[in-house]
């Protein structure tokens, strides 16, 4: 169903042409943010309609504006693409994309399981309700099934990939309370 945790893993079967950033110096363009509703053994996922991952399915999410906490980003995401407000996002994890073709990404995900509203379609996004077991993964950023699972389940992460184009060059994902110790300082 989802690929195996692996730290520090170069990709055999890909010719790495995306180098791999010195992680502690490396600096995104952007800072983003994630957001993942679920209740019971059902997630609501995205697909997005416009930005960066045109086309794919996600969670909501997007840019950090300035002056922003990233909780605040997360909540005011979720209401501007499907128009509901989650009442409890929990950070799990960050993501770091170092990406061929794309502006680095720096982002930190969360969870939900409780928000006030009815999922709405946008101009943004169409909302998707799905099991859990069923994540359409195939419709999704290739990263997102070495890390998604285990954040549903409420561990925390830290994960850092390289892509070229779609496809994934090197990725360290790693699980456990000492995670937020590599979250990147004064953006949390």
Known sequence: ??????????????????????????????????????QGTRVLLIKKLRG?????????????????????????????????????????????FAMSDLPDIHCHVYTATEFTGTPTATEEAIPHWCEIAEIPFEKMWEDDSYWLPQALRGETFDAKFTFEDEKIQFH?????????????????
């Open 52 to 96: 960066i991952g045109m086309g794919k399915m996600n969670g909501p999410g997007g840019k950090i504006d300035p002056g922003e906490t990233p909780e605040q980003c997360a909540i005011r995401e979720v209401q501007e693409e499907l128009h509901i407000t989650p009442l409890d996002p929990v950070k799990r994890g960050e993501l770091w």
């Open 172 to 188: 360290d994902v790693r699980f456990g309370e000492d995670s937020a110790e590599r979250w990147r300082k004064g953006v949390s």
């Open 1 to 38: 169903m989802f690929a195996p945790v692996t730290p520090s893993k170069i990709m055999p079967e890909r010719l790495n042409k995306v180098p791999i950033p010195d992680w502690p110096s490396w600096k995104p363009e952007i800072e983003a943010t994630l957001v993942f509703i679920h």
